[in-house]
Each structure stands twice: as C-alpha cells, then as structure tokens.
C-alpha cells in the first residue's frame, strides 16, 4: 500500500479538525496503515491569506505520485475532506467582505479544490448540499462521513468532586455548558441571552475556550445578570470532567459544519441543543434543533427540562446510545474505503 499523507496546515491542541486528525492517525496507526502528517512550514505572523496560498504551494510542490487526503484547502489533493464547510457559504452567513484578501484566496482555491479532487467527503449532508448548490459539483462525487471520536468511559462523582473543589458548585444545581473557541461565530451571545430569559436560575453555566475579546462576553454575562451563574474559564485540559458533570449542552452557532462538540457531549450523557446550521445537529432528536441562533423558543424547552428531571435524564440517555454509532473506528473504516477506490 501506498502511503497517505494528511494535509493541515495547523498543529494546535484546541482544533476540531487537529484533533480529528489526531484520532484518525492513532486509529490508522492500529491498523498498520502507513501514513504521515504535513503541516505548514510558515510562521503565524504572515498575513493568513498568505500563509493559505504558501502552503498550497508547499504541498504541491511535492506532490509527484504522493497521495494526498487533504483537510486543508489545497489544489492538489487527492481526496479532499471538506471539514471546514464551504468558504463561500460561511461568508454569506456571517456577511464577509468579498473583498478580504483571505476570502478571495478561500474562494480561488475552494474553487478548483471541488473541480480537480477525485473525491470529496463531506462531513454531514448540510455541506454536501452547500458544495452542490454553491459550485454546481455532481452528488455522485461527494461521500458523507460524518465525524467520529473515541468512547470514552466517565465518573460523574471524580468529575464533580475535582470541578466542585475548584468552583464551589452545589451538589444538586443544574450545570449547562459551551465549548468552543470563536465565540462570536459559535453563538456566546445568544447562549448568554437564552440564558438569561430562563425561569429557573438555579443553574451554574460554564463557557470554555480562547476568545480574544472576552472582556466584552463577561461584561455582556454582567449586564444580563448572570453574573452568579456564568464562568468563563479560558481554554482547558480538562474538558471531559465538564462535559461529565453539565446536563445540557447548548450549541447556538450561526456556522458549523459538523462539530466534533456535538459528539463529544452526547458521549459523556447530554442534551444537546445546536441550531440547523450546525451540521452535527443532523443526528439529534429534531426537537432540539433551533432554527436560527436567535430562536428564543428554546427557552421554554430548556426550562422544562430544568424542572423535569426524569425527562432531562431520559433524553440523556437517548443521546449516550445515539452517539454509540458514531466511533473513530466506524469513521476511520468507512474513510479508508474511500482512500482504497482510489490510492492504487
């Protein structure tokens, strides 16, 4: 067999599509299936638009007979994951300049990405339609796969009592949660206010991940009196004891096209709340799909699963067996199938 080459340009701890690749790599290594990572070579203080077309051509020059299975907006890929949506659809959302540099280059290359690649698997039906609508590509071209992480087993009582001892939370309260760096894009605004026009306020929220402009996001929790309920805790190690000890996982982003956050908190027993334009949403019981960040009828939902216990539990459950189907190793199967029809 031939040996694959991923293609990502970054090497972080906190991204979706790093730490994807990073449970692709372990399955991968497993299994003896030789493969190997290339991350761009240029430093973060290039302009990003800059960066994007230099590691195009990184990878390019290089290509020769390699096979390449892109997560990165490249020309040259064999298989392209399209893991970060489509570019054109995401600035249609969130009203960007055309005229940004780094959405021309985006655009330029998304492009020819979905005209050359031999295959393009999309992360959920959400993007496989946004690439045949925007670029006009046959559906017989593109393969949905959607994301896929490593079970992991859980203990509510450590959980809470280590998170407990550093927060002084209360036994009995409530805990909901949102993980996700980008707060703007992935909806901190509309969690705080959907929170704050809850009935029950006995509930501690926790908001994790980096976000340049934090101060804004704590003065908005202030104003909207949430000051008792709301911690922010910047980027953590730790997430899973949060994901262990939260019963519902609010998730109102204007843009996502999958999100391994979904997957992760159904794992450790959520409810999870997302909004249709978040690909994930797809495998959720449709009554927790909001349709805009701003659809406030989530309210009343949330309130009643505050004050019923028994159904807050049943859903879940629900969600804990949902996401048994959705494992690393069913992804990384089912992707190796696609690499198979075409490496040799």
């Known amino acids: 067999?031939?040996?694959?080459?991923?293609?990502?340009?970054?090497?972080?701890?906190?991204?979706?599509?790093?730490?994807?690749?990073?449970?692709?790599?372990?399955?991968?290594?497993?299994?003896?299936?030789?493969?190997?990572?290339?991350?761009?070579?240029?430093?973060?203080?290039?302009?990003?638009?800059?960066?994007?077309?230099?590691?195009?051509?990184?990878?390019?020059?290089?290509?020769?007979?390699?096979?390449?299975?892109?997560?990165?907006r490249v020309i040259c890929c064999d298989i392209y994951r399209a893991g970060d949506g489509v570019h054109k659809v995401f600035m249609k959302i969130e009203k960007k300049s055309k005229l940004n540099p780094l959405n021309l280059v985006y655009v330029y290359i998304e492009k020819r990405i979905f005209k050359n690649a031999k295959k393009i698997i999309a992360i959920s039906n959400m993007v496989k339609n946004d690439i045949i609508k925007t670029y006009n590509i046959s559906s017989n071209k593109i393969k949905v796969i959607y994301n896929g992480i490593k079970l992991k087993e859980f203990n509510h009582e450590s959980s809470f009592k280590k998170i407990s001892q550093e927060f002084h939370i209360p036994k009995n309260e409530?805990?909901?949660?949102?993980?996700?760096?980008?707060?703007?894009?992935?909806?901190?605004?509309?969690?705080?206010?959907?929170?704050?026009?809850?009935?029950?306020?006995?509930?501690?929220?926790?908001?994790?991940?980096?976000?340049?402009?934090?101060?804004?996001?704590?003065?908005?929790?202030?104003?909207?009196?949430?000051?008792?309920?709301?911690?922010?805790?910047?980027p953590r190690s730790d997430v899973d004891d949060f994901y262990t000890i939260s019963d519902i996982f609010l998730f109102p982003t204007r843009y996502e096209p999958f999100g391994n956050v979904i997957l992760e908190?159904?794992?450790?027993?959520?409810?999870?709340?997302?909004?249709?334009?978040?690909?994930?949403?797809?495998?959720?019981?449709?009554k927790f799909i909001m349709q805009t960040p701003q659809d406030y009828t989530i309210v009343e939902k949330i309130d009643e699963l505050l004050q019923n216990p028994e159904k807050l539990e049943c859903i879940k459950k629900e969600n804990l067996k949902i996401v048994q189907n959705f494992t690393i190793e069913k992804n990384a199967k089912e992707t190796m199938e696609i690499i198979n029809e075409y490496l040799y």
């Open 1 to 72: 067999m031939k040996k694959i080459y991923f293609i990502r340009a970054n090497k972080t701890k906190f991204g979706g599509g790093e730490n994807y690749l990073t449970r692709l790599s372990k399955e991968l290594s497993n299994n003896h299936i030789q493969h190997e990572i290339i991350n761009s070579i240029f430093p973060k203080f290039l302009f990003s638009w800059l960066r994007a077309i230099l590691f195009s051509i990184q990878v390019c020059l290089k290509k020769r007979d390699r096979f390449y299975f892109s997560l990165e």
């Open 174 to 234: 409530k805990i909901l949660l949102y993980v996700g760096s980008g707060f703007k894009r992935k909806g901190v605004k509309e969690f705080l206010e959907i929170l704050s026009q809850l009935k029950n306020k006995n509930f501690k929220a926790f908001i994790i991940g980096k976000e340049k402009n934090i101060t804004y996001y704590k003065g908005l929790a202030i104003k909207l009196n949430l000051k008792e309920n709301i911690i922010f805790t910047g």
């Open 265 to 286: 908190a159904m794992s450790f027993s959520n409810v999870v709340i997302t909004t249709k334009n978040c690909g994930g949403g797809e495998i959720l019981n449709q």
